[in-house]
Nanobody, 125 residues
Framework: QLQACWGGLVQAGGSLRLSCAAS??????????VGWFRQAPGKEREYVAA????????YYTDSVKGRFTISRDDAKNTVYLQMNSLKPEDTAVYYCAASNRVNSDYAHLVGYDYWGQGTLVTVSS
């Protein structure tokens, strides 16, 4: 089971670090990939970033490149999303997801097998 947490309210230009933790016997390193998605009010869920366990490659959607960083901590069984220079348009519920498939599409919902509950990020102007 996955759980995203540490969202909150922040002013534009501020920072937040989200965590995606695995519970029970689940270890994130057993997955081929972990990704972050977000869903703003009235919009579809969209891809934000992903990290692969083989080689720890990282991927980002264009709108967050240079501002967001995805990383992992194997010892803590956690994946992080460091979000800097936040903008009001980053306001959304953020979800983490995991995939068992090495060759699945990392930038689309169908590429993931497991989803955690979301955490709300609100960026005020």
């Amino acid at each position: 089971q996955l759980q995203a947490c540490w969202g909150g309210l922040v002013q534009a230009g501020g920072s937040l670090r989200l965590s995606c933790a695995a519970s029970g016997r689940t270890t994130l390193s057993s997955y081929a990939r972990v990704g972050w998605f977000r869903q703003a009010p009235g919009k579809e869920r969209e891809y934000v970033a992903a990290i692969s366990w083989s080689g720890a490659r990282t991927y980002y959607t264009d709108s967050v490149k240079g501002r967001f960083t995805i990383s992992r901590d194997d010892a803590k069984n956690t994946v992080y999303l460091q979000m800097n220079s936040l903008k009001p348009e980053d306001t959304a519920v953020y979800y983490c997801a995991a995939s068992n498939r090495v060759n699945s599409d990392y930038a689309h919902l169908v590429g993931y097998d497991y989803w955690g509950q979301g955490t709300l990020v609100t960026v005020s102007s």
